[in-house]
């Protein structure tokens, strides 16, 4: 929703247009769109997440906090890594965290938080060592070019 004012040059009579955009509140579910994670290293993982306003006509405006926490088990209670990020305007308030200083060829579940609320837990998993020789491989690669 877009607030229109209008400011007077005084003196002039001139009529300038301005805008006054209030914070649109974060959705119910702000993380609707899911949380992903890619481009495993050995020792590493990118997090991904983007938030959604309370309808889909809002747009966030000012930047948002957005605390994430990887743990190496899915009840989230061994905490490895923790830290925040910034969801700003320009990149459609979305997230990407690089994680490191991780295990390699090991799974890991994480998750994030703003406004109070939290995603859900995801999985990811790091590449395996240099130097292992796994038995199994699988690679998912998936695109937004041509996604059918």
Known sequence: MQRRSFVVGLGS????????????PLADDPFALGVASGRPGPDSVVLWTR?????????????????WTIAEDDKMQKIVRSGEATAE???????????????????YWYRFTAGGKQSPVGRTRTAPAPTD????LRFTVASYQQYE
Do not use: E, I
């Open 51 to 67: 938030l959604m306003a309370a309808t889909p006509s809002d747009r966030l405006g000012p930047p948002v906090t957005v605390g």
């Open 133 to 136: 020789s796994p038995q199994q």
């Open 13 to 24: 009579g001139l009529w300038l247009p301005s805008l006054a955009r209030a914070q649109a």
């Open 89 to 107: 305007a320009g990149w459609a308030h979305s997230v990407h965290v690089d994680v490191a200083g991780l295990s390699p060829g090991r799974p």
